[in-house]
């Protein structure tokens, strides 16, 4: 690390369980994003100002007036360029050292099996069921860590799924694929803005400990009511029915 990286990541490295070796491993890892959104957003400010090494984005979408309350990478001149460009312009101007690689597309299954075996970290801030379950489909496959955020109106949950461990459960081990849950649309549904803020900033902290090899937060699922702000945790257990991680 030359010296401006050791005064640009110094508060890391002042952290005992960080040091250099933490900051040397996030600046080695590769983390993968699907979805440049409400949590998309923030998560990919704090890797990049955290100094991750590489990080892919993926979101088919252009900038719409309606993204500016949350997604807190635009610019009201953002408005109708695509997502993953006016993203990467704030961000190499946060941190120009971040490798980043955008992807203005919808990652379909067989997409998703290419990226996530190259990624070390994958954060799903997607805002649909069909997205969730490829992405974890992908992992448990490549046996990576999946971080996975979601937020609508004052709700938000947050868990980590350390598919590098057998043990772990995986997305489908809490929402079946062939579950009854309801589609909610995201695209018209309200969002308190704070709390998309709040929720990506977390799967931002999480991969980043992943990475470092620092806690340990996986195999509970964490519920926020914003409007009593009060949180929640619950254990998740792997299924040993689930159709998706119960065969590996
Ligand atoms: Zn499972």
């Not at 996030?26 to 994003?33: K, V, Y």
């Not at 100002?49 to 590489?54: A, E, K, L, Q, T």
């Amino acid at each position: 690390m030359n010296d401006e990286q050791l005064l640009r990541y110094s508060r890391h490295i002042l952290l005992a369980e960080f040091g250099v070796e933490g900051q040397r491993r996030l600046g080695d890892a590769h983390a993968l994003l699907i979805g440049a959104g409400g949590l998309g957003c923030p998560a990919a400010l704090y890797l990049a100002s955290s100094g991750i090494g590489r990080m892919t984005i993926a979101d088919p979408d252009k900038v719409d007036l309606t993204n500016l309350q949350r997604q807190v990478l635009y610019r009201t001149d953002s408005v109708g360029r695509p997502k993953v460009d006016a993203a990467r312009a704030t961000l190499a101007a946060i941190n120009p050292e971040v490798e980043l690689i955008t992807l203005q597309q919808r990652v379909a299954a067989e997409d998703l099996r290419t990226l996530v075996a190259a990624a070390d970290v994958v954060l799903d801030c997607s805002d649909n069921f069909a997205t969730r379950h490829a992405v974890n489909r992908a992992c448990v496959e490549h046996a990576k860590p999946l971080v996975s955020g979601a937020a609508i109106r004052f709700d938000a949950q947050l868990m980590v799924f350390d598919l590098r461990k057998r043990e772990a459960p995986c997305y489908s081990c809490l929402f079946p694929e062939e579950g009854e849950v309801e589609e909610v649309q995201c695209s018209v549904m309200g969002v308190l803005a704070p709390m998309t803020g709040a929720i990506g900033a977390l799967q931002a902290m999480e991969a980043i400990k992943i990475v470092a090899g620092i806690g340990d937060t996986s195999g509970r699922l964490l519920l926020f009511d914003a409007k009593s702000s009060e949180w929640r945790s619950v254990r998740v257990a792997k299924d040993p029915q689930c159709a998706v991680c119960s065969s590996r």
